[in-house]
């Protein structure tokens, strides 16, 4: 078929003979029979699950299957309202579910809507607007500046043509178009004959010969990959999956067993038996654990937001905590996307060039001497430079209103009282903020950064423009690689300023600047100095000028074509965020691996990775290196290096697989249509919230607000924080349960009644997780949240030391609870104050034991652990009225079953509450001690 053939490879002639076409387009008549069979030039919608089969999907885990047994055993006993409670868990946390899900599903359709919706044809030689889906393989369609690229075409006539094509190549500058065929296996970007379907024009005109249209196009392409993606479980879901089928076994295991203990060892009557059964059923499902682990992801979202990173997908927080490497793109993410001369090269020397972005601030100082700041003035071939910078140049440089005003608000802060200190503070979040809106671009990124050059040097655009008005200028074209300008001063002399890739300019030089006049040119030295700045990953361009006579008022090609006085180079970057690269130590210091993934130049890469210290400063891994591996092979490139360039979407989705299939858990970054597959493929997928396409924000379970890489390390912390908080919250609920369960299996073993009735327990359930359990969730960090590695993904929501803890504390909840139970229904008291003893004891346990395990191992009695978390104090004092109501109101009293306690019994019920704090400390002391 044709979407087969390599389009790129062949001349214009070629494809035209290829399709049938001409370039006076198809008759009508032939269109429309391409029409019926090729299809309509849009997007398959892929079939998507109703909302009811996603709904009931969400039901399918053992954990919910639990609690669906815990609300019919509630139900069996006519406690209709704990019933509900339960139900109405299940039921939100699959309406959630069914949102995120739903959000997740709009990828697709997020890829669709970036089809053009009409199109500029030729047909039956007259020039026609169709919509878009209408477009068939050899239709002819025009372009220019503004237009959104309708299907994918071969160029057959070009002028001046540049097209964004970020979203398909992650490209930072638009693409300069020629005609000529490239080779067959050139990668996407380096196609300079096609343009894609969804593409930007930004620039330029064109007339290319449809060659795709539809699914065939690279984004029908994609948008197939995409929908072939499987979304992995997260590492939580997975655990907790595990956990509950777990539980379920051994719930069930245990229940039956206690049942045929007591009816046919103990002899129970069997209305007794059953009850007993029932009781420890409720007593061992922690009903309030998926609410808490619903709350506690929440939480973290709102922290997260607080931190530029948006999530989209609740188990995403926790996700966050487990990711072992980090995969990002390059520009915008780690970059400052802003071009920024770095480099000055004229006769006189070698020059860097301080200062980042779009602004005027920065100076010059020499190569291997940064401490000695020089003055342009003082050097006439730099002031000459940045002349030909700023009159050679059709961008435009404005400082924008909220710029202008920072002086004034800064005033009016410190007039308010605010002082120096809130002034100086305001200054950094702006200047941190990647100092967006303070200068705005308008033209192309490159000449923006030699503006801002000659800004540097001490020009003014406006001032300099009209010293040196232009009289005349020739574009920049792909095909002579230079742009050239025609200029006139106010004392009758005029001269040519011309910039442009090092060896156009230097083929057409005979002379070089020097600080006497002018000289030969050294070709070989200026080819060296060009070739060390693109070394290393920076772009160079040369600058010249002509004096002409000064009548001349037309420029023309020939005029530029030899004669011409070399100045001399600059060399750009887009350069690295400072807070980038501080988080890029960040993340390597809490053991997780940083790899950058991109579409640029390989060169670009490996500069950018050697000055952020990723990699280990071997050449970039290109997308055609990654085309000859094989699976084995790929895995032992991505444990070695951190750095590949050129990559296509199926390069950055194998990239990821491979890693996961070594149990790594990975984060990727990514703004394009193009990075949407392995967005949605990775464990935590992050699109860029400023100048990611909605096709890769709705991939993502994750966007970041400022497009910045610190924000995902400040995630990571956040999602570390998070499963922290998980766990301290599973090591508070789970010895409640079992302190609950192991009581009514003591009191079967002895032959007596229940210490605590089934509606008893799950009051105590559902009062102690509704308040206690729930203060973990704002528990501050650890110290060192961010100087251990990742946990392993493989590792278990229960680990040994959780285990270990977990019985270790049910036990000294029964021997409290259970222990008074029996004490006080051996000396005479009812069963029913005897009960209601024995469900403060254990209450009152959980409140002490909130306090341990606020710090896992670390003494519970420090100011900070005491101070940190006000709401475990407000929770406190919440429960201490509740279990008062319990007690002493008449309404509770009938409801459960209680009676009112003396002060005597608060006192055993408080010191028992001490008594397990105390012990559990002990043993924190000696696990501190065996582990040093």
Not at 77 to 95: Q, S, Y
Not at 228 to 255: K, S
Not at 398 to 426: I, L, P, V
Not at 872 to 879: E, M, P, Q, S
């Amino acid at each position: 078929m044709a979407k087969n053939l390599l389009w790129h490879s062949l001349d214009p002639q070629t494809a035209e003979n290829e399709l049938g076409a001409s370039s006076h387009g198809l008759p009508q008549a032939d269109a429309e029979a391409r029409l019926q069979k090729y299809g309509p030039n849009e997007l398959v919608q892929t079939k998507t699950r109703g909302f009811a089969s996603r709904f009931f999907a969400h039901f399918q885990n053992a954990l919910i299957y639990v609690l669906l047994g815990a609300a019919g055993i509630t139900a069996l006993l006519g406690h209709w309202v704990d019933t509900f409670v339960i139900l109405g868990v299940v039921l939100i946390n699959a309406i959630i579910g069914v949102i995120q899900e739903g959000k997740a599903e709009k990828a697709l359709g997020a890829i669709r809507q970036l089809l053009a919706p009409a199109a500029v044809v030729r047909r039956d030689r007259t020039i026609q607007t169709v919509p878009a889906e209408a477009l068939v393989p050899g239709d002819i369609v025009l372009l220019q500046s503004g237009d959104r690229v309708p299907a994918d075409l071969r160029l057959i006539q070009s002028r001046e043509l540049r097209v964004d094509e970020a979203l398909l190549t992650g490209e930072s500058e638009p693409a300069a178009k020629r005609l000529e065929p490239v080779a067959e296996d050139a990668v996407l970007a380096e196609r300079f004959c096609m343009v894609y379907s969804g593409t930007l024009v930004t620039s330029g005109t064109a007339t290319g010969l449809v060659v795709a249209t539809g699914q065939a196009t690279e984004v029908g392409r994609i948008s197939e990959l995409l929908g072939d993606v499987e979304t992995l479980a997260t590492p939580l879901l997975r655990q907790v999956n595990q956990f509950g089928r777990l539980l379920a076994l051994v719930t069930l295991a245990v229940t039956v067993l206690t049942f045929l203990f007591g009816w046919l060892w103990r002899g129970y009557e069997l209305a007794e038996v059953v009850l007993i059964a029932v009781g420890l059923a409720v007593a061992a499902i922690p009903e309030g654990l998926p609410a808490i682990l619903t709350i506690t992801l929440a939480i973290g979202v709102q922290r997260m937001a607080r931190r530029n990173a948006i999530i989209r997908q609740l188990p995403a927080v926790e996700t966050l905590g487990a990711v072992t490497v980090i995969c990002t793109d390059k520009t915008g993410t780690l970059t400052r996307n802003e071009m920024t001369v770095t480099d000055v090269v004229t006769h006189g020397g070698h020059f860097e060039v301080s200062g980042v972005g779009y602004g005027p601030e920065g100076d010059l100082r020499p190569v291997g001497n940064v401490s000695e700041s020089i003055l342009p003035a003082d050097h006439p071939a730099i002031v000459q430079l940045a002349h030909a910078a700023l009159l050679c140049n059709d961008a435009a440089l404005s400082r924008d209103k909220g710029a202008r005003d920072k002086e004034a608000r800064d005033k009016e802060a410190r007039d308010k009282g605010a002082g120096e200190e809130r002034a100086h503070e305001q200054e950094s979040r702006e200047k941190g903020s990647h100092a967006e809106g303070r200068w705005q671009l308008t033209g192309d990124p490159t000449e923006g950064a030699l503006l801002a050059f000659a800004y540097k040097c001490g020009l003014s655009s406006p001032l300099d423009q009209q010293a040196n008005p232009r009289l005349d200028a020739i574009p920049f074209e792909s095909e002579h690689r230079f742009m050239a300008t025609l200029h006139h001063d106010h004392q009758g002399r005029r001269m040519v300023y011309i910039k442009g890739a090092p060896e156009r300019i230097l083929a057409m030089c005979t002379d070089q600047l020097v600080s006497s006049g002018t000289e030969p040119l050294n070709r070989e030295h200026w080819d060296q100095q060009a070739h060390a700045l693109a070394a290393a990953g920076k772009r160079v361009l040369a600058l010249a000028y002509l004096d002409v006579p000064a009548d001349k008022s037309q420029l023309d090609f020939d005029d530029v074509t030899s004669g011409l006085t070399l100045i001399g180079l600059t060399g750009m970057v887009d350069p690295p965020r400072p807070e980038a690269t501080k988080a890029v130590a960040s993340a390597q210091a809490a053991g997780i691996r940083v790899k950058m993934i991109t579409g640029d130049h390989a060169a670009t890469a490996l500069a950018i990775g050697q000055s952020m210290n990723i990699g280990d400063g071997r050449d970039a891994v290109t997308g055609a290196m990654l085309e000859e591996l094989d699976d084995a092979a790929l895995k032992d490139v991505v444990n070695q290096r951190d750095v590949f360039a050129r990559t296509s979407p199926e390069h950055k989705l194998r990239l990821v697989k491979s890693l996961q299939s070594q149990q790594q858990v990975v984060a990727m970054t990514g703004d394009g249509v193009n990075d949407a597959p392995a967005l949605k493929r990775a464990d935590v997928g992050v699109a860029m919230g400023q100048k990611g396409t909605d096709a890769a924000k709705q991939a993502a379970r994750m966007v970041l607000a400022d497009d910045n890489f610190a924000s995902i390390v400040h995630a990571v912390e956040e999602g570390r924080i998070v499963y922290d908080n998980l766990k301290k919250a599973i090591l508070f609920i789970l010895p409640t349960s079992g302190g609950e369960a192991l009581a009514i299996l003591a009191a079967v073993a002895l032959g007596m009644m229940m210490p605590i009735t089934p509606v008893q327990i799950l009051w105590v359930n559902m009062v102690t997780a509704v308040t206690l359990a729930l203060t973990l969730a704002f528990e501050p960090a650890e110290s060192d949240v961010m100087a251990r590695p990742p946990r392993r993904p493989q590792e278990p929501l229960l680990t040994g030391f959780l285990i270990w803890r977990v019985l270790f504390v049910s036990v000294l909840m029964v021997m409290a609870t259970f222990g008074l139970f029996l004490w006080y229904s051996r000396t005479g008291y009812e069963l029913e104050l005897s009960r209601t003893v024995a469900v403060n004891a254990l209450v009152t346990c959980e409140i002490f034991y909130l306090f341990n395990t606020r710090v896992l191992v670390l003494p519970a009695l420090s100011w900070r652990s005491l101070v940190s978390n006000r709401y475990a104090w407000y929770a406190t004092l919440c429960l201490l009225v509740l279990q008062a109501l319990f007690t002493y109101a008449p309404p509770f009293q009938l409801l459960f079953e209680t009676r009112s306690l003396d002060v005597a019994a608060w006192g055993w019920i408080v010191g028992a509450g001490a008594m397990l704090f105390v012990t559990v400390e002990l043993e924190k002391a000696l696990r501190r001690r065996w582990a040093l």
